[in-house]
């Protein structure tokens, strides 16, 4: 189990950018796949960018692909969100989450993410 503290949201205008940090505790960090998620009221929680354990392979959704980049340091226990050319459409509460090697599953799953933050507000206004 890792305990998960997003940071760096806030209020941005279109265009701008921001970049949302995740710190992890736990000597197992180097291990797990790292997702970030958003959810805005009355809506489901969406997969936003996922990073394996090693930091060589990432997933994105196709509404932030090319605009988004997440990345982690290990030796820091910590991953990234890069956030660029942001829209209104990106506002949501942003959340880390943590997925353990021997859980399978898609990494756009929400499901098999076991440990979560307590989020993180973006708010782009227009």
């Known amino acids: 189990q890792v305990q998960l503290v997003e940071s760096g949201g806030g209020l941005v205008q279109a265009g701008g950018s921001l970049r949302l940090s995740c710190a992890a505790s736990?000597?197992?960090?180097?291990?797990?796949?790292m997702g970030w998620f958003r959810q805005v009221p009355g809506k489901e929680r969406e997969f936003v960018a996922a990073?394996?354990?090693?930091?060589?392979?990432?997933y994105y959704a196709d509404s932030v692909k090319g605009r988004f980049t997440i990345s982690r340091d290990n030796a820091k226990n910590t991953v990234y969100l890069q956030m660029n050319s942001l829209k209104p459409e990106d506002t949501a509460v942003y959340y880390c989450?943590?997925?353990?090697?021997?859980?399978?599953?898609?990494?756009?799953?929400?499901?098999?993410?076991?440990?979560w933050g307590q989020g993180t507000q973006v708010t782009v206004s227009s």
């Open positions: 989450a943590a997925r353990r090697p021997d859980i399978g599953g898609t990494y756009y799953n929400r499901r098999v993410y076991g440990d």
């Open positions: 990073i394996s354990w090693s930091g060589g392979t990432t």
């Open positions: 736990g000597r197992t960090f180097s291990s797990y796949t």
